[in-house]
């Protein structure tokens, strides 16, 4: 973007990816601190089942911290934090994540 103060309506519906092009979902709303005039968070709906398998039931969102977002275009693209909070399966796995 290039600095021009934007609506925030504009972010509903745009698709949000990981650094790494990793699909995450859809932005269906915001949260804002009024107070300070800034977005605290975004809303995701239409999720990556592959990253949201045990996290959430059908139907569901999350919401996402707004720190985790690196850049806002035609697409929204976060830290690949996301990926990363998926459970390993089993516990070995467990040991060479941690």
Do not use: H, K
Not at 50 to 57: I, K, Y
């Amino acid at each position: 973007m290039d600095g021009t103060p934007q609506e925030i309506t504009t972010l509903v519906g745009r698709e949000v990816y990981s650094n790494n092009g990793v699909f995450v979902g859809e932005i269906e709303d915001v949260r804002l601190n009024v107070d300070a005039c800034a977005v605290t968070g975004l809303a995701l709906g239409e999720l990556n089942s592959e990253l949201f398998t045990n996290v959430t039931e059908g139907g569901q969102g999350v919401m996402i911290p707004y720190r985790w977002v690196r850049a806002v275009g035609d697409v929204v693209l976060i830290n690949d934090i996301i990926e990363r909070l998926q459970q390993p399966e089993n516990e070995e796995d467990a040991e060479v994540v941690a």
